[in-house]
């Protein structure tokens, strides 16, 4: 995929890129990140774990990858699993790995700030399995006062009784898998929850007392055309939601069931559409190129840390964490994790590692991966940057004010180019002796 901008200005039919990077797990993966070998491993985890932290942002990540089924679209790690008792396994495993690094210096050392359930489908978990994760997290690690704990969930599994647990245990913020509000384009998705049955849903949670409910929005499904995407945002603006993720469609690859063919020209028409119609709600705005939300009541937090290159302790099969300049991928099964799981230092995961001179420039994300970057924070980087910086607002992607960098809002709809341009400077620079 070729990532270098035009030198052309961005006008209609000249856009500055010749194909779109949708997300910013793939601009990044350019990055010059090296294996780390298996039997070094575990004591390189062992004594990161016994230092303090060198960031105070910190969140954690959990995932459940069980589903009723597989829709066509998804790219996460997911499974249907074979019977209750793998469930029950995994989640006695889950705990066990929580406790098992709660205890040590690093997690001691300062308050996170989000808990993200991601999956998968974390409210496929009966409700008492679910819960007691969110407790053993509060129990065991320092959370900031306003810690945003956020469970994913599609329309199906909500039901008063068990939002009514979620939010007694500690969930504060519902993220809801809806995609399109239109019946015959999640059809389409092996979505089942008509229009009637997800604003049922979205009630139901409002009336169990959550005040932060958010949903995703995806462009570019089949069947979808203009007049149903703009039907999807009114339908966003008259439910009682506060917050919502809007991007393309990423394609599953080899799926025959999704567009793999992207058109960033039409992909652009639905992303206008969405980005000046979701900040004109009254008390929203933009919290990163892709998460809109209700300035009080909508916040993102564990969205937004992306940008912000916070530590993420993560917890579950196919889940991938990062503390400082290292990464780690667990064992993408439940069967493998229940297996090996139980130790995060000592469970089997790919650990990557990365120049330490990257986490001075990696601040450089905070511009394509939210929306903007204060200049006393690029200062310290700036002469390494410039170069680009300069094209970008050359090419009307960036504009410059007073104390900051922001992206344009044809800069929010290529944030993922924007991005793979500073990790080919980075990976440039690292590379210098």
């Known amino acids: 995929m070729e990532s270098a901008i035009n030198q052309d200005?961005?006008?209609?039919?000249?856009?500055?890129?010749?194909?779109?990077i949708r997300s910013a797990?793939?601009?990044?993966?350019?990055?010059?990140?090296?294996?780390?070998?298996?039997?070094?491993?575990?004591?390189?985890?062992?004594?990161?774990?016994q230092q303090e932290a060198a960031s105070s942002d910190r969140v954690i990540y959990l995932h459940i990858p069980f589903c009723k089924h597989i829709c066509p679209f998804c790219i996460y790690s997911k499974q249907i699993p074979e019977n209750g008792e793998t469930v029950k396994a995994y989640c006695e495993t889950l705990?066990?790995?929580?406790?098992?690094?709660?205890?040590?210096?690093?997690?001691?050392s300062a308050p996170l700030k989000a808990v993200f359930f991601g999956g998968g489908t974390p409210t496929f978990l009966p409700?008492?399995?679910?819960?007691?994760?969110?407790?053993?997290?509060?129990?065991?690690?320092?959370?900031?006062?306003?810690?945003?704990?956020?469970?994913?969930?599609t329309i199906s599994e909500i039901t008063p009784e068990y939002c009514s647990e979620m939010k007694e245990a500690g969930v504060n913020r519902i993220s809801l898998g809806v995609q399109s509000f239109n019946t015959e384009i999640r059809k389409k998705l092996g979505r089942a929850a008509n229009t009637e049955k997800i604003l049922e849903a979205l009630n139901t949670i409002k009336q169990s007392g959550f005040s932060n409910i958010t949903i995703d929005l995806i462009y570019m499904l089949e069947g979808q055309t203009m007049e149903t995407w703009r039907n999807d945002l009114?339908?966003?603006?008259?439910?009682?939601?506060?917050?919502?993720?809007v991007y393309p469609l990423i394609a599953k690859p080899g799926s025959s069931n999704t567009k793999t063919h992207a058109n960033p020209e039409l992909e652009y028409k639905y992303f206008i559409e969405a980005d000046?119609?979701?900040?004109?709600?009254?008390?929203?705005?933009?919290?990163?190129?892709?998460?809109?939300?209700?300035?009080?009541?909508?916040?993102?937090?564990?969205?937004?840390?992306?940008?912000q290159n916070a530590d993420l302790l993560a917890f579950g099969a196919g889940s991938g964490g990062r503390i400082q300049n290292y990464m780690y991928l667990q064992n993408s099964t439940a069967e493998e994790f229940i297996k090996n799981g139980t130790d995060l230092p000592e469970s089997q995961m790919i650990t990557m590692n990365?120049?330490?001179?990257?986490?001075?420039?990696?601040?450089?994300?905070?511009?394509s991966e939210g929306l903007r970057l204060n200049k006393t924070d690029y200062e310290p980087i700036s002469g390494k940057f410039d170069e680009v910086l300069n094209s970008l607002i050359n090419q009307d992607l960036v504009t410059e004010k007073n104390e900051f960098y922001q992206l344009t809002?044809?800069?929010?709809?290529?944030?993922?180019?924007?991005?793979?341009?500073?990790?080919?400077r980075i990976k440039h620079l690292l590379s210098e002796k």
């Open 409 to 424: 809002q044809s800069g929010r709809f290529w944030a993922g180019n924007i991005s793979a341009l500073f990790s080919e």
């Open 354 to 367: 990365i120049d330490e001179r990257f986490l001075g420039l990696r601040k450089i994300y905070g511009l």
């Open 95 to 108: 705990l066990k790995q929580i406790q098992s690094v709660s205890s040590t210096v690093w997690a001691k």
């Open 234 to 245: 009114q339908l966003l603006a008259e439910a009682p939601i506060t917050g919502c993720s």
């Open 276 to 307: 000046n119609f979701i900040p004109r709600l009254e008390g929203w705005q933009r919290f990163t190129p892709v998460q809109y939300g209700h300035s009080v009541n909508g916040n993102a937090i564990y969205v937004s840390s992306h940008g």
């Open 9 to 20: 200005k961005n006008k209609p039919g000249n856009p500055p890129f010749h194909e779109r």
């Open 25 to 49: 797990a793939m601009a990044r993966r350019i990055l010059p990140f090296r294996p780390v070998q298996g039997d070094k491993t575990s004591n390189l985890w062992a004594t990161l774990f």
């Open 127 to 153: 409700a008492e399995q679910l819960t007691a994760i969110v407790r053993s997290i509060k129990k065991h690690y320092p959370l900031t006062p306003d810690c945003e704990i956020t469970v994913e969930s």
